[in-house]
């Protein structure tokens, strides 16, 4: 058996992920490999719960506020990039710690995305101009019915998420992605962070309202001319903006930012349970 070790500490948001992994890395005297598609943004703080400076202070942690929104990245680069980065880091030290609730990434990561659909324009076409007439929903429901276990990893409130995992999931054209293999045969402990569930929502509630007093709406606000963008289409920014644009009362999106993170919560623990 390897002497290398990977712990994979991983759940739904807000569950206590970063604390618990952490905890291990002080024990191992190793880093943190963060494998969370939005904490990745230099430009995105408040709302996607990045660790705190003491936190990062006192475990180093990789991909955390390391590109801009306005690069386009993908999780077969984040698993190409992270492997790269395991086979260095694997050259010092013999466990490291692996954290996040990106269901995609986390797979792409750890097994590959050997098997991916090239981009269809006339499908992404169709979808885009279903996106305008008929809304999200009806893309929500596409990918639903097509695949259970693709909705279940996808953030459906980001429309080009939704489209690109509708494309992966009715596509045909294959191609390999440049993912490196592992330097290291290694033993992976994954530990599944588990709560009960009105328990979490509350603790989800209750992070929505420390994000809010601590400045969420001001961070919003300053990203608001580039909300095109696709990473700014993701729970707690994209709520905002129908607020800003005087659609709806401030109340009311901070409790769509509540709701959506339930939901997106919900989604993350079926990914789970069906995956790992």
């Not at 990245?73 to 990039?81: K, N």
């Not at 590959?112 to 009806?138: A, T, Y």
Request: hydrophobic share 35%.
């Amino acid at each position: 058996m390897s002497s290398r070790k990977i712990i994979a500490v991983l759940g739904p948001t807000a569950v206590g992920k970063t604390d618990k992994a952490i905890a291990i890395a002080l024990e191992h005297q190793c880093p943190i490999i963060s494998c969370d598609s939005r904490q990745l943004y230099k430009e995105l703080n408040i709302g996607v719960a990045k660790p705190d400076e003491n936190q990062l202070t006192a475990v180093k942690h990789y991909f955390i506020s390391n590109i801009s929104i306005k690069e386009h990245y993908t999780a077969g680069r984040y698993a190409a990039d992270a492997r790269h980065l395991i086979n260095e880091l694997f050259e010092e030290h013999q466990t490291l710690v692996i954290v996040g609730g990106t269901g995609l990434y986390i797979k792409a990561l750890l097994n590959g995305l050997d098997q991916l659909p090239e981009r269809n324009e006339e499908l992404r076409v169709e979808l885009e101009n279903i996106l305008k007439l008929e809304g999200i929903e009806s893309l929500q429901k596409r990918l639903q019915e097509k695949s259970a276990e693709m909705y279940a990893k996808t953030e459906v409130l980001n429309p080009q998420r939704l489209i690109r995992a509708i494309e992966i999931a009715e596509g045909t054209t294959i191609r390999n992605t440049d993912i490196l293999p592992f330097k290291y045969p290694f033993e992976l402990e994954t530990v599944v962070m588990e709560m009960d569930r009105d328990r979490l929502y509350q603790r989800i509630n209750l992070r929505v309202d420390q994000m809010v007093e601590a400045g969420l709406e001001e961070e919003a606000r300053g990203l608001y001319d580039r909300r095109e963008l696709n990473a700014l289409q993701t729970v707690g920014y994209s709520e905002w903006w129908p607020y800003f644009e005087g659609e709806y009362s401030r109340e009311k999106a901070i409790e769509l930012i509540k709701q959506h993170s339930r939901n997106y919560a919900k989604r993350q623990i079926t990914w789970f349970k069906n995956q790992i």
